[in-house]
């Protein structure tokens, strides 16, 4: 029997216990051991009958007892997840954790103290909810090197984006409907800014390229200055608008990253990725395009997900699983005004014949776009591929002519 | 440094050598110890320069050399692959395979051997190509049950169907093309008579459900029926025509497995796997649904699936993987007749109307479809859910009545 300690009695906290209860059975016989849930760390007492016994208020207790060998961290946060974290692994458990914040922040110091101490510190969870990419990638793809991924890594903004795409909806009211289904927080800024998708995409660019990249170091821009105007010249273009998470190794050898909505290709795998669901893909340079896609959060897949960690965990009590990512550096992350990107570009001017002459002048190859409910000064283009640093020179020369820019959107080519 | 032999040196085994050279030094890394190719099985000698003293023709060779850990089988077929392997896995050496053929008829078998000599077997390659299905299968969805699992498989049968389906390219013709661009062999009737699926779905089912279900258990029909006309019909239908290989937990413990072509609908996430993709899906319990997609064959991204399992084992020569299923038995395989479903009728009558009205009377919520170019002797309809047995009791009474019966289509739900 392996006794095991859960840190947190939340959402996904509960979700573990239950996945624990229900499948006990069916688990113990795939981990080829029991597994028993011998603490419950939570804030206040809860009397709940099944598990009462279980329920501490103190961490001590769980650190100091030596039969616990397993911890899952399902708190939250940095603090006092960090420290707890820490000192588990430093006391030779193991820990798994959903806890992105955590694993973006920390990931390669808390890889570094469970390599010293033998022991696992797993994380599934922490990218894409039910849905494997943190095993795949570390150990099916381990013959590829992986040239880029892009990912919809959030359920939340992907709902409102194709509400606004589907129905119409504005993104105001598309964000109250997720508040109201429960997709959405009542403060939804970690979503909507674009914070939870950046922690995500640095998860899996430390895994994919062995060194950390901080969620402080990414480019990230969420989707609230989206309009219907664009995800309709979305439409006409051909394709939809995402929230995209890309990673790409450069020539230099640092790596590209961004977070930011695109419009994507109606032909593109992830265009088709909708509601709350998340898609990941992953380029090998020998496997090419793979696709992962499923329900990216939600309270049980996120803990099956813990939950199978676990009895990973359990089958490597004795051989520690390699995941290893060495710690960052500030110039790693390459500037993302570098990167040569198309753009889409939606603006107003008197005379938008003229603009968008001026524009082509500009942009050359430039082509515009049209939608019926545009009003007369209303002008929308796409440019050619071009380094972002000069596109963004150039669109204030065309401001200088007396264009007001509403809205530039980047192209991606996943 | 660990020592391995290759067995075959075909399409697979020179691109799992060639990804062992080429990567040699990452993958080094990531095992945590030198890989180094010491045989090359042959049937022949090979005088190819780089690789020249490692060949040898003689299997008793590799078998009784001790530094030899892990053997790769990539030579295909039963004999002499599976004497070899068994073999290999009984002198206490790790086997890593893409054997389909090998892991759908005799995995259960090999399995317990490997898990009586404390080896790995492994066969992450067998299914989807450089896709990872087996490991997320038998990893991450631990803390699930599966509830079911369909597939597109195999790329050669879904590239003919997608070149029908976009080009309106004949099947002959399709195929002509497929071979052409080396997807099909030169005897393709593997691919197109379900063959290749059916052992892809074996092994997923068995490793889904613990239990072997043997190839000569399934219900496979190919796609060489498949017309046109089928095609058109299904695109009115509001869907596609793919080969779908599906399985199934039934109430009383059996599985149900099938390999045939089914109209699926447009909305479902397999019906925009085109071309020589593979997709598959999987419903947990708790995930709900999760698909992963990427190119499904190919001798770089099989051999890339290949040598991810060898460096598994590698990481793994102390402690062995759990990867075992039980064997099967004869009525563990559901009569697929017994399953109800929707169904797809091509027909043609003197009378369509009158012969329609005789279909709508036995197969009650029986509804039309009707194409351009259908002669005035054609009749097609949809029916409501069927039990199969009772579906091809009523067929049979509306051929009583002078209708003649051209196709019959499954249509899935996934």
Redesign the interface.
Same mark, same amino acid.
């Given at each position: 029997m392996v006794e095991v300690a859960v840190m947190g009695y939340g959402v996904v906290g509960t979700g573990v216990v239950q996945?624990l209860a229900q %499948?006990a059975e069916? $688990?113990s016989h795939?981990? %080829?051991e029991g597994i028993h849930i011998k603490y419950i760390l939570v804030r206040h007492d809860y009397p709940e009958p099944p598990m009462m016994g279980t329920f501490t208020r103190s961490f001590e207790q769980i650190l100091n007892d030596p039969e616990i060998r397993i911890v899952v961290e399902v708190m939250g946060g940095l603090d006092p997840a960090y420290n707890y974290v820490r000192r588990c692994l430093a006391a030779g458990k193991s820990v798994v954790t959903s806890n992105k914040e955590l694993v973006a922040a920390k990931g390669a110091d808390l890889l570094q103290v469970a390599k010293d101490h033998n022991v696992n510190f797993l994380f599934?969870a922490s990218v894409g909810?039910? &849905?494997?990419i943190i095993?795949?990638m570390s150990?099916? $793809?381990?013959?590829? &090197?992986v040239i880029g991924i892009a990912g919809i890594l959030n359920g939340t903004t992907n709902y409102i984006l194709t509400k606004m795409f589907q129905e119409g909806v504005s993104f105001q009211d598309a964000l109250a409907d997720a508040q109201r289904l429960g997709y959405a927080e009542r403060d939804p800024s970690a979503d909507i800014e674009g914070t939870d998708a950046c922690r995500k995409i640095c998860i899996l660019t430390s895994l994919a390229y062995g060194k950390h990249v901080y969620p402080e170091q990414v480019h990230t821009e969420g989707i609230t200055h989206i309009t219907l105007a664009d995800v309709e010249y979305a439409q006409k273009w051909g394709g939809v608008v995402k929230l995209i998470a890309e990673a790409r190794r450069t020539d230099s050898g640092k790596v590209d990253v961004v977070v930011c909505p695109m419009f994507i290709s109606g032909e593109s795998?992830l265009a088709?990725v909708d509601d709350v669901f998340n898609g990941i893909m992953v380029r090998?340079d &020998?496997?090419?395009?793979?696709?992962?896609?499923? =329900?990216g959060a939600g309270k049980?897949?996120t803990?099956?997900?813990?939950?199978?960690d676990v009895?990973?965990c359990v =089958? %490597?009590l =004795?051989?520690r =699983?390699?995941l290893y990512w060495a710690d960052g550096s500030p110039d790693y992350v390459a500037d993302y005004r570098e990167t040569a990107r198309q753009f889409f570009v939606r603006a107003h001017a008197q005379d938008t014949d003229a603009a968008y002459e001026q524009a082509v002048a500009l942009f050359p190859g430039a082509s515009r776009l049209y939608r019926k409910e545009a009003d007369a000064k209303e002008l929308a283009f796409v440019t050619s591929q071009i380094p972002e640093k000069d596109f963004d020179t150039a669109l204030q020369h065309l401001k200088a002519v007396g264009v007001t820019i509403d809205n530039k959107i980047r192209i991606g080519d996943m």
């Open positions: 996945v %499948h069916g $688990l795939r981990a %080829h599934e909810g039910g &849905i494997p095993r795949p150990q099916c $793809l381990a013959a590829n &090197i795998q088709n090998g &020998i496997t090419g395009d793979i696709v992962f896609y499923g =329900k049980m897949p803990a099956s997900a813990v939950v199978a009895i990973d =089958k %490597h =004795k051989a =699983k390699y």
